[in-house]
């Protein structure tokens, strides 16, 4: 069985224009560059000095794209050993500091976690239910002042109770959007 390489170009900061190579064959799906832009120019004002997860990370594209724009770190999560082969890879590649490449089932790591994320990236394989299972497990790993991106195929999926939608785009056949949740602590 062949694999099938894949390359995305860094759209912007420090390593902008520098390639990732992923592993398109493993079913694969990078983010595309024009749903990257979208969703960090809304990012923009709370990318700098965060703390990210790129949970389902695949290429790893969100989480150094993050980085490149001034992210503080980045954890990223995947099951598959050879993407965390190619992220560890590519962020030794690029220097990269202040990260973890964390080889591991999504939900796993958010039950078992003890960290708290400002910016989290939602993009598990569409066909599966884990984007609802990981919504409902997120609360307990997010900061209060908190973004959430997901994307996905099909239908807009319904957030859970205290997330609110912030932005949402179409590209094609894929779904993308910002979102926020909400503690309770924060309501009085």
Same mark, same amino acid.
């Given at each position: 069985? @062949?694999?099938?390489?894949?390359k995305?170009?860094?759209?912007?900061?420090?390593?902008?224009s520098?390639?990732?190579?992923?592993?398109?064959?493993?079913?694969?799906?990078? @983010?595309?560059? &024009?749903? &990257?832009?979208?969703?960090?120019?809304?990012?923009?004002?709370?990318?700098?000095?965060?703390r990210? +997860?790129? +949970?389902?990370?695949?290429?790893?594209?969100?989480?150094?794209?993050? +980085?490149?724009?001034?992210?503080?770190?980045? @954890?990223?999560?995947?099951?598959?050993?050879?993407?965390?082969?190619?992220?560890?890879?590519?962020l030794?590649?690029?220097?990269?500091?202040? @990260?973890?490449?964390?080889?591991?089932?999504?939900?796993?790591?958010?039950?078992?976690?003890?960290?708290?994320?400002?910016?989290?990236?939602?993009?598990?394989?569409?066909?599966s239910?884990l +984007?609802?299972?990981?919504?409902?497990?997120? $609360?307990?790993?997010?900061?209060?002042?908190?973004?959430?991106?997901?994307?996905?195929? /099909?239908? &807009?999926?319904?957030?859970?109770?205290?997330?609110?939608?912030? &932005?949402?785009?179409?590209? /094609?056949?894929?779904?993308?959007?910002l979102?926020?949740?909400?503690? $309770?602590?924060?309501?009085?």
């Amino acid at each position: 069985m @062949t694999r099938e390489a894949g390359k995305l170009r860094v759209i912007g900061g420090q390593w902008r224009s520098r390639l990732i190579e992923f592993d398109a064959g493993d079913g694969v799906r990078a @983010t595309p560059d &024009r749903v &990257r832009q979208t969703t960090f120019d809304w990012l923009a004002p709370v990318i700098e000095g965060a703390r990210c +997860l790129d +949970l389902f990370a695949g290429s790893g594209a969100m989480g150094i794209e993050a +980085l490149s724009r001034g992210a503080a770190h980045c @954890t990223f999560v995947e099951q598959g050993a050879r993407q965390c082969a190619r992220v560890k890879n590519a962020l030794q590649a690029l220097k990269a500091q202040h @990260t973890d490449v964390v080889p591991m089932d999504a939900v796993y790591f958010l039950q078992q976690t003890w960290h708290r994320f400002h910016v989290v990236f939602l993009d598990p394989p569409f066909e599966s239910d884990l +984007l609802s299972r990981a919504l409902l497990e997120l $609360p307990k790993v997010l900061h209060p002042h908190n973004r959430v991106f997901l994307e996905w195929g /099909g239908e &807009r999926p319904e957030l859970p109770e205290r997330f609110e939608w912030l &932005r949402e785009k179409q590209a /094609g056949q894929v779904g993308y959007g910002l979102a926020s949740y909400r503690h $309770p602590a924060a309501d009085g």
